[in-house]
C-alpha cells in the first residue's frame, strides 16, 4: 500500500533556530496538507498545497511559516525561526482519488 | 469557518459493550464525514467515513451514521475489544475550500479487558 513518508521522525531544535520538516506524498497525489497537533490536543489544519502554490492556510500558518516542493516528489514545510509553542508533531498528508493518506509524523521539540 | 464539536472527550466501556462517539458540524453543505483511529505518538488512521448523500455505513464492527438535518454523526463501535483503546477524531471538511479537514477535540476510548 502507497504511504507518506516523513523525515525525520524526531527534531530537536534551539529556540530561534530554522527546521525543515521533509515529506514525500503518494506519487499520483495532487492535493498537499501540512496539520499540526499539541500533545494531547486535536489535529489542527495549518496549509494546503495544489498546482505548486498554497491554495488555503489557517491563521496558525504565518510568516514564519513556509512550504515547498522543490521537485517533484519532496513536500517541505519551513518554520524560519521557531518558538517554544512550535513543539508539536507536524503530520504531512496527501490526497487524491482514495482519500486522505497521513504521514507517520515529525516530532519537532523546540527547548 | 466549520466548526466540529466533539463528545465525550473520554469513555471508559467493558470490553464486549458498545461505545458510541457524537461530533456535530457546522457547515450545513459539508459532504464527507471520516473518523480516524490514533495510536499514542502514531499518525491518525482512517477507520470509516460516509458521505452525505448516505445515512449510515457499516464495516463489520464499525459503523457510522449521519444526521443531515440536526448536523451529526456518530461512530458506533460493537463488541469492543481492549485493541480498540485509542483516541478517536471525526473530521469534516469545509464546502468548497478545497479538501482541508477540520477535526474534533477528539475522544479517548479506554477498553478494559
Known amino acids: 500500500e502507497p504511504e507518506v513518508t516523513q523525515t525525520p521522525s524526531h527534531q530537536v531544535t534551539q529556540m530561534g533556530q530554522e527546521v525543515i520538516l521533509r515529506c514525500v506524498p503518494i506519487?499520483?497525489?495532487?492535493?498537499f496538507y501540512w496539520y499540526r497537533q499539541i500533545l494531547g490536543q486535536k489535529v489542527e489544519f495549518l496549509v494546503s498545497?495544489?498546482?505548486?502554490?498554497?491554495?488555503?492556510k489557517s491563521e496558525i500558518f504565518d510568516d514564519q511559516f513556509s512550504v515547498e516542493r522543490p521537485d517533484g516528489s519532496n513536500f517541505t514545510l519551513k518554520i524560519r525561526s521557531t518558538k517554544l509553542e512550535d513543539s508539536a508533531m507536524y503530520f504531512c498528508?496527501?490526497?487524491?482519488?482514495?482519500?486522505?493518506?497521513f504521514g507517520s509524523g515529525t516530532r519537532l521539540t523546540v527547548v | 469557518g466549520e466548526n466540529v464539536e466533539q463528545h465525550p472527550s473520554t469513555l471508559s466501556v467493558q470490553e464486549g459493550d458498545s461505545a458510541v462517539i457524537k461530533c456535530t458540524y457546522s457547515?450545513?453543505?459539508?459532504?464527507?464525514f471520516p473518523w480516524y483511529k490514533q495510536e499514542l505518538g502514531k499518525r491518525p488512521q482512517l477507520i470509516i467515513d460516509?458521505?452525505?448523500?448516505?445515512g449510515e455505513k457499516k464495516d463489520q464492527r464499525i459503523a457510522v451514521t449521519l444526521n443531515k438535518t440536526a448536523k451529526h454523526f456518530s461512530l458506533h463501535i460493537t463488541e469492543t475489544q481492549p485493541e480498540d483503546s485509542a483516541v478517536y477524531f471525526c473530521?469534516?471538511?469545509?464546502?468548497?475550500?478545497?479538501?482541508?479537514?477540520?477535526f474534533g477535540q477528539g475522544t479517548e476510548l479506554s477498553v478494559k479487558p
Open positions: 498528508a496527501s490526497q487524491g482519488q482514495g482519500g486522505y493518506t
Open positions: 506519487s499520483n497525489h495532487l492535493y
Open positions: 498545497f495544489y498546482n505548486n502554490e498554497i491554495s488555503e
Open positions: 457547515d450545513s453543505a459539508s459532504n464527507y
Open positions: 460516509i458521505r452525505s448523500n448516505v
Open positions: 473530521a469534516a471538511p469545509p464546502y468548497n475550500q478545497g479538501g482541508k479537514l477540520i
